[in-house]
């Protein structure tokens, strides 16, 4: 049976091993959905996701703001998100390398790709 939501689903990304979907709301929520189960966790943000996207090993996400603002959100700790860069304006989209070492994100105010490197964005 399909997962119902109480608020309007925006995006969503499936986990690269397939067990999880993670679904964003322009709301400050993002939803991780158990595939198997269909069960649904729930995290409040401290602002409007504007782009998420999975990290290749399925642990953690990149979550990027409608305020520029990027950050690792690791599954282990919680979901704890650490902010610890700021893009400049709002993302449009991110793209992971196909290794998994570094992203990419454009942004509405530029027209250039920003490359960054997941070591760069982690705490």
Same mark, same amino acid.
């Given at each position: ?10 995006g969503i990304d499936?986990?690269? /091993?397939?067990?999880?979907? *993670?679904?964003?709301? %322009? ?9 198997? !189960? +269909?069960? $649904? ?15 290749? /090993?399925?642990?953690?996400? *990149?979550?990027?703001? %409608? ?9 282990? !700790? +919680?979901? $704890? ?35 960054? !490197? ?6």
């Open positions: 049976p399909p997962v119902q939501f109480l608020y309007q689903i925006d499936w986990s690269p /091993d397939g067990s999880r979907i *993670i679904a964003r709301s %322009q709301g400050r929520y993002l939803s991780l959905i158990n595939v198997g !189960t +269909g069960s $649904a966790r729930v995290f409040a943000l401290t602002e409007s996701p504007a782009v998420v996207r999975w990290r290749k /090993d399925s642990t953690a996400l *990149i979550v990027a703001y %409608q305020s520029g603002a990027v950050g690792i959100a690791s599954l282990s !700790t +919680g979901g $704890a998100i650490s902010n610890s860069l700021n893009v400049g304006s709002l993302p449009r989209d991110i793209s992971l390398s196909p290794d998994g070492k570094s992203f990419s994100i454009v942004t509405s105010s530029t027209r250039s790709v920003i490359e960054i !490197t997941l070591a760069e964005a982690e705490p």
